[in-house]
């Protein structure tokens, strides 16, 4: 498929991962990648030229990290930011949510998964307010996104690398539900509109993690809902009948699933509020 659409890309940083981040050639997007090793060198050119996404390693202390963010901002304002960072603390994420970076990644990282964050920096042009904060401290975390699946699929890279006391498979499952939940907010309640709100706080007690997510919408009876698995627990498999025979596409298993990896899930009176629960020991 040849190149329909054209990105500058600066490359800050110097690692053999960053470097096979853009091993493989990718259809749909020409990206035309220009390198540089360090910060203050990648801010000058930021200054003197334009570029589309930044794909930065921040390998210093939090204060060090947070003050090389700012002076990439600060030089390019338009650029898409990707943060990849050495050390991550709940307050580099903050921090890079609130100077509206488009991604954050701790090392390790997968390869694939910043390739693919790059090339839906590199698509998309309205984001810089798609995620807003009003609530910024580590243990209690609220902000407000549009209910666009690019959005969702950012907020979850950015509470995926908040730091938690949990096993790894742990802090994945409680991951996947938590993205589950945030889906079936922005779909069923926000409609997939740009132009609705949802509403997230994460909350870290002394031996839990708790979400809760507002969606816009009207609500449901999370039990009454023949397009859901979670209705129909004795035979799943029936809720995709449904979806097939309505017209809806393939799913409805995101709540029965969500269920399924953590202590913990109520819903208010309504049915656009949810709360979730995941439990650790100190």
Known sequence: MPSHRSSKVLVIGDSPELQEVFATPQEGVDLQIERIDNIEAGVALLGAGSFDVVLAELNG??????????AIRKACRSARVILLVKDSTSQKVIEAMRQHAFSYFGQP????????????????????????LTS???????????????????????????PVELPERDREELTIAMREL????????????????????????????????E????????????????????????????????????????????????????????????????????
Do not use: C
């Open 215 to 282: 969606d816009p919408g009207e609500g449901f009876r999370h039990l009454s809902l023949p397009h859901a698995a979670v209705s129909n627990p004795d035979d799943p498999t029936q809720a995709a009948k449904v979806r097939a025979e309505a017209g809806l596409r393939p799913g409805g298993f995101g709540m029965l699933l969500a269920s399924k990896l953590v202590d913990e899930i109520l819903y208010n009176q309504s049915g656009n509020e949810v709360i979730l629960i995941k439990r650790f020991e100190n």
């Open 109 to 132: 990282f997968d390869v694939n998964t910043v390739r693919e964050m790059v090339l839906q920096a590199a698509l998309m042009s309205e984001w810089a307010d798609a995620i807003q």
């Open 136 to 162: 910024a401290t580590p243990n209690f975390l609220t902000f407000r996104l549009r209910s666009t699946v690019p959005t969702a699929e950012r907020v979850v890279q950015f509470l995926r690398e908040m």
């Open 182 to 213: 945030l889906f079936n907010a922005i779909e069923h309640g926000g409609k997939l509109d740009g132009d609705q709100w949802v509403r997230v706080s994460r909350i870290r007690t002394a031996r839990a993690i708790v979400y809760h997510i």
């Open 61 to 70: 202390p939090d204060l060090d990290d947070v003050r090389g963010l700012e």
